[in-house]
């Protein structure tokens, strides 16, 4: 199978699934906040943040074995991709242990890390024990489900991870709905997450038996000391990651309290459930992209790059004027139409500034991992987490909430923006960069024009501020901010070429299309 057919099926399973799962997501928020409330919401996302702090234990470490598994994987060397995979489980296994040890020294110190301690929220250890358990329990079974997203096939995952998905929201909302208890609403998650590595695990001990089976395989030391070198740059990558996006749930918990936190978790529920439907296209094409670096040449990976980015683009721009017209109409009823967990203007211009930003590094890391390049760029996490840390902890005691997303917006745009598409581009395609940054100022200006666009005519246009609005201003995003892209891109060769994929696909899937294409020649 083609690498492009590999591609369109791990994205395609991902994306269809994710959609099922998002539906009953927020079904799931919105039944949580009527029967739990803000300090419930805002207790979930801190502690998530400190767990996305403790998760640096990692290392990086799987990152770089996933890198190293390209190359074993492309020529079929089984034994290669043995020595890597215990290698990688007996780390794992350490790793995890470590990660729940220093996650139980932590409970004492949970009142410190909100504003009143947390008054408002009963067991708050056992809540925080339960979310710990949830997080650990994938270190234990990664080393194999590893092996079907390096073979190209993480649409078997995604779709174990989907069905998994839909059970435990299925169950959690008859848990609210019948009980009100927080922690039996955990419980659910753990298991289900249990049940998702598991099966996973199952279905990549039978599809790489081969592979398990060879226990004499030992990574050798030099070996050993290449992938340690990367370790320690993606050590620095894991630090600085979780300083930007890890960091401001927890300011915002210490300085404004957790009822600002959970307001706050209902904007990123809805950027973090679009960004996970949008993910299965890029971590589909992830295993895609390592088998390209592998065996073509420079020039045809800058190609696909810049074809990449393209579509990164039309998502990220497409997705941004939708929040613009829709995110705080929905986020109303959402919330029971209580107008308190409602964000400004500009304090929603920032939130949807952030989400573009990180959804156009989205090609860049892609191809960044998928060549290896962690050494490079080392010590460029650190200095956007200190600008990210000193910026927010400024501007939240002088301007307050829009502060702290000020303060990520400043570190990705002075430090990201600037350094990993050079290091792509210098180390990866051996190529200037300029061209990158000319497109990236025309695409963040077209964004902006159909933002405000999209933002003014579903505010004429639309009226009703029950469900049916809701209706008529996504039906308004789904065809403004298209039609204006393709006005303004159709005679591209990077649309025409996403164009093609797209009626290959179809031609592929309704084959009676093809037909009468070749009858009509004859």
């Not at 504003?115 to 329990?137: M, P, R, W």
């Not at 929201?169 to 922690?183: A, D, G, K, P």
């Not at 002088?398 to 600037?418: A, C």
């Not at 180390?427 to 990158?436: C, D």
């Amino acid at each position: 199978m083609s690498r492009m057919q590999n591609t369109i099926r791990n994205a395609a399973v991902g994306v269809m699934g994710q959609a099922v799962v998002l539906i009953l997501q927020f079904v799931n928020r919105n039944i949580f906040i009527v029967t739990l409330g803000r300090e419930y919401l805002g207790t979930s996302g801190l502690f998530s943040d400190i767990l996305s702090m403790l998760s640096v234990t990692e290392l990086g470490l799987g990152t770089a074995i996933i890198f190293a598994m390209y190359k074993p994987m492309a020529e079929n060397d089984n034994r290669g991709l043995a020595k890597l995979v215990r290698f990688y489980r007996t780390a794992y296994l350490q790793i995890g242990s470590i990660f729940l040890g220093i996650g139980l020294l932590l409970t004492p110190f949970l009142q410190y890390l909100i504003k009143d301690g947390g008054s408002g929220v009963d067991h708050l250890q056992i809540i925080y024990l339960l979310v710990l358990l949830n997080s650990a329990v994938g270190y234990f079974f990664s080393y194999k489900i590893t092996l079907l997203t390096v073979a190209q096939k993480a649409y078997i995952s995604s779709l174990v991870t989907i069905i998994f998905r839909i059970l435990q929201s299925v169950l959690q909302i008859i848990i609210l709905l019948l009980t009100y208890n927080y922690l039996l609403y955990l419980c659910i998650q753990v298991l289900c997450t249990v049940g998702t590595n598991l099966v996973c695990s199952k279905i990549a001990e039978k599809s790489f038996g081969e592979i398990f089976e060879i226990k004499d395989a030992k990574l050798p030391k030099e070996e050993k000391r290449a992938l340690f070198r990367n370790v320690k740059a993606l050590l620095l990558h894991r630090l600085g990651s979780f300083f930007v996006n890890g960091t401001d749930n927890i300011i915002i918990s210490k300085f404004l309290g957790l009822a600002v936190s959970g307001v706050y978790s209902n904007y990123r529920l809805v950027t973090s459930s679009v960004c996970s439907f949008i993910s299965p296209i890029f971590d589909g094409l992830t295993a895609s992209v390592g088998n390209l670096n592998v065996l073509e040449s420079r020039e045809k990976n800058r190609e696909i790059f810049e074809k990449i980015d393209f579509m990164a683009f039309w998502i990220a721009c497409f997705c941004s004027s939708c929040f613009a017209a829709l995110m705080n109409p929905f986020i109303y009823l959402l919330s029971d139409r209580d107008a308190s967990y409602l964000v400004e203007l500009p304090v929603l211009a920032v939130i949807i500034l952030n989400f573009y930003l990180g959804q156009m590094r989205t090609p860049v890391l892609t191809f960044k991992n998928a060549m290896g390049l962690y050494w490079q760029d080392r010590w460029k996490p650190l200095a956007e987490a200190a600008i990210n840390i000193v910026a927010s902890l400024f501007l939240v005691n002088r301007i307050g909430f829009i502060g702290v997303l000020i303060g990520t917006s400043i570190s990705t745009i002075s430090v990201v923006l600037v350094v990993e598409p050079r290091v792509i581009y210098k180390y990866g395609f051996f190529a200037p960069v300029r061209s990158y940054f000319k497109r990236y100022v025309e695409y963040l200006l077209v964004t902006v024009l159909l933002c405000c666009t999209t933002y003014a005519v579903t505010n004429v246009l639309v009226q009703d501020g029950g469900w049916t609005g809701i209706f008529e201003r996504l039906a308004i995003c789904l065809v403004l901010p298209n039609a204006l892209l393709l006005a303004i891109y159709w005679r591209t060769e990077r649309f025409h070429y996403f164009l093609g994929v797209l009626l290959a696909l179809i031609r592929k899937r309704l084959p009676g299309i093809s037909l009468a294409k070749r009858r009509k020649k004859e």
